[in-house]
């Protein structure tokens, strides 16, 4: 969501071209965890009045806008502060969300009351095929939007720890390409040791090439949230999926 405080660095740029930058590991972790605790609880209570007032806050977009999402055993509260906090800005998005395990019937009931979806998938077989869920949840995407319509706007985004400040598809209005949001610019990625053990450790392809070296002054981007156009979303997926098949090639061949 957008924030207004002055202290506050994050930052939403829209993207047309292939520079896409990882996703990321939140600094000052400690910190940041007792806000997200304390913040969730707040929003919880202020959602619970909202909702059960039928209260919007917004008029909603009533164009054809798509959120996706996926869940692994995310809790009845964080499934409704999700939905609830979407729907309560008035958006009138279409919302999916696939669940790796057999969904319990709870999540299916605060799915039905916020008028979502939740498709079950073969968790096991894509993790075989395209890797673990951070990666096959793209290809559980690129399926899903290959057999729809074309929608103005597809939001991708995560579901355990996300709350709704406004409606994402009016706010942020994507008409070409993609909108990522960009993380605090203090902690580059040379400076993260997440992303360092991303493209060392956990990628030989990625040391091997060098590609540190080469993005280690760079901003990191969140692939938590990221916002387009139908045909934009279809085409981050694709790079994604593309580099990732490269890469894990790459360590095969080496191994």
Sequence with gaps: GACESESCSNVVCVVTSEDWACSLG??????????RVLTMTVWMVVLSAM???????????SRRNLVLGTQKGVLPHEMRVFLASLRSTGSLARVVIFSAEDTPESLLEIASMFDAS????????????????NLHRFEVF???LEQEEEFDQVLLCDV????FQTDPFLTLS??????????PAHLPIGECGIHVQW??????AY?????LEAVKGRSRSCAGTTIGTHRGIVAYIAAIQSEAARTVSIVGEER
């Design 160 to 163: 355990r720890d996300v709350f």
């Design 207 to 211: 040391a091997s090439e060098g590609v």
């Design 118 to 133: 939740i498709i079950a998938y073969d968790y096991d077989r894509l993790s075989a095929s395209h890797g673990p869920m």
């Design 26 to 35: 939140s600094s000052r972790q400690g910190a940041m965890r007792s806000l």
């Design 174 to 183: 994507v008409t070409d390409g993609i909108g990522v949001a960009l993380e």
């Design 142 to 144: 690129r399926r899903f």
């Design 51 to 61: 909702t059960a007032s039928g209260e919007r806050v917004g008029e909603g977009d």
């Design 199 to 204: 493209l060392t450790l956990d990628c030989p």
